[in-house]
T-cell receptor, first 115, second 112 residues
């Protein structure tokens, strides 16, 4: 069990470009979550998967954002036509899916800077 | 709208002191409350999780309490060390399948 892995750790892009982040959850964790954290703030929920099904999306997830978890294992988060306001830390978390009472385990995040 | 507030925003203490971090929440029907540690530029490390039916949880020098009736949780750190310097975040789970609501955190600095 190597924990939640996120790649890349840092991404610098120019406004208008598309970016994609990857998250590998803890092995056999059924639930996977994406959060966004801006400087000085707590993380904010973006979306959540139960296996390959995307079950909940925040209003923060505009139509430029898309997340997938095609085989119920790793997940990708794509941002199209990036804007400077997208600059943030994007955090992935996973949990076993056994119960709503369980602990979430977070990865180290992908720091996005949009120039 | 559910909100989580953490006070103080920043705290500086000398090494060896015992300290308390505060977290208040507006959701009276929480499922659980989780405390995290975050080092600069890094992800979150889970410290303690308290279920709604519990009053407290302990791990080493850390003790977290939960009072649902008053909407408060505290994280007690005993005999603080410079390595405890980090931002501490609390998050409440209102049952929305992992939609944790986070506070802004308390930035702790422990001076040697």
């Amino acid at each position: 069990d190597t924990g939640v892995s996120q790649n890349p750790r840092h991404k610098i892009t120019k406004r208008g470009q598309n970016v994609t982040f990857r998250c590998d959850p803890i092995s056999e964790h059924n639930r996977l979550y994406w959060y966004r954290q801006t400087l000085g703030q707590g993380p904010e929920f973006l979306t959540y998967f139960q296996n390959e099904a995307q079950l909940e999306k925040s209003r923060l997830l505009s139509d430029r954002f898309s997340a997938e978890r095609p085989k119920g294992s790793f997940s990708t988060l794509e941002i199209q036509r990036t804007e400077q306001g997208d600059s943030a830390m994007y955090l992935c978390a996973s949990s076993s899916g056994a119960s709503v009472y369980e602990k979430l385990f977070f990865g180290s995040g992908t720091q996005l800077s949009v120039l | 709208k559910q909100e989580v507030t953490q006070i103080p925003a920043a705290l500086s203490v000398p090494e060896g002191e015992n300290l308390v971090l505060n977290c208040s929440f507006t959701d009276s029907a929480i499922y659980n409350l989780q405390w995290f540690r975050q080092d600069p530029g890094k992800g979150l490390t889970s410290l303690l999780l308290i279920q709604s039916s519990q009053r407290e949880q302990t791990s080493g020098r850390l003790n977290a309490s939960l009072d649902k009736s008053s909407g408060r949780s505290t994280l007690y750190i005993a005999a603080s060390q410079p390595g405890d310097s980090a931002t501490y975040l609390c998050a409440e789970n209102g049952g929305s399948q992992g939609n944790l609501i986070f506070g802004k955190g308390t930035k702790l600095s422990v001076k040697p």
